[in-house]
């Protein structure tokens, strides 16, 4: 059902699918290709009768890095990709949120942007204590809109997802689950232990209510999500447009520190 992704792995364990993200050289950054990919999995997930849970990783020593930098300047260059681009965080976001099967984040390494969005949207979240955690929009001059600015406060309050969101901090596993952001954290090697007793638990479980009770729970999401979401969008969308985003992307190609100009 699952082969023509490129960039997404999947494996059954009884009705458990596993999701990983699959560029590890990169940390499992976000390429034009994995975008899209990850923007059709949920929808595709959701008319799976052989799938009552699911669980979202990535290759290698990493959860997902974010947005791929030498994306972000095609981007800047072309318009259009960006607008594509647009399209499908919120296929991707609205997929997971109306996906009626809950969904487990296997936090084995650094989530980062787009990494962290795709962790925070899953139900349950569970990382390695070598994991970080951070959505680092604003230090390539863009807003975190693609879902960040619904989710962060909802889970950890407004305050503090401010200071997150406007620093770009990242903050390590235990701290994450000290204040709310995640649900465990545990010793790198009870990882795999943890998360599958987790999936287990919940596939051995009444499904049917389970994802009803997603439902019923995301339906407020869903609503808030038509309103912050557009919006954050829309206002990524302009922060894409600064020259501070311009400055950033090359900043990081030259391996140099952005200077940026508020502009």
Known sequence: MYESYETLLTERRGKILTVTMNRPE???????VMHAELARIFHEIAAD??????????AGDAFCAGGDINGMARKIEDHTLWVRTVVEARDIFYGMLDLDKPVIARLNGAAS?????????????????????????????????????????????????????????????????????????????ELDEKVYAMADRLAAGATQAIGWTKRAINHSLRQLAQ????????????????????????????KRRPAFTGR
């Open 227 to 254: 309103g912050t979401m557009e919006v954050g969008l829309g206002l990524e969308t302009l922060s894409h447009l600064s020259h501070d985003h311009a400055e950033a992307v090359r900043a990081f190609q030259e």
């Open 113 to 189: 942007g787009l990494g962290a969005t795709l962790a925070v949207y899953c139900d349950i979240i569970i990382a390695a204590e070598s994991a970080r955690i951070g959505d680092p929009h604003v230090k390539v001059g863009l807003v975190a809109g693609d879902g960040g600015a619904l989710m962060w406060p909802m889970l950890v309050g407004y305050a503090k997802a401010k200071e997150l969101l406007f620093l770009g901090d990242h903050v390590d596993a235990r701290e994450a689950e000290r204040i709310g952001l995640i649900n465990y954290a545990v010793p790198d090697v």
């Open 49 to 58: 009768p052989d799938c009552d849970v699911v669980v979202l990783t990535g």
């Open 26 to 32: 990169v940390k499992n950054a976000a390429n034009d």
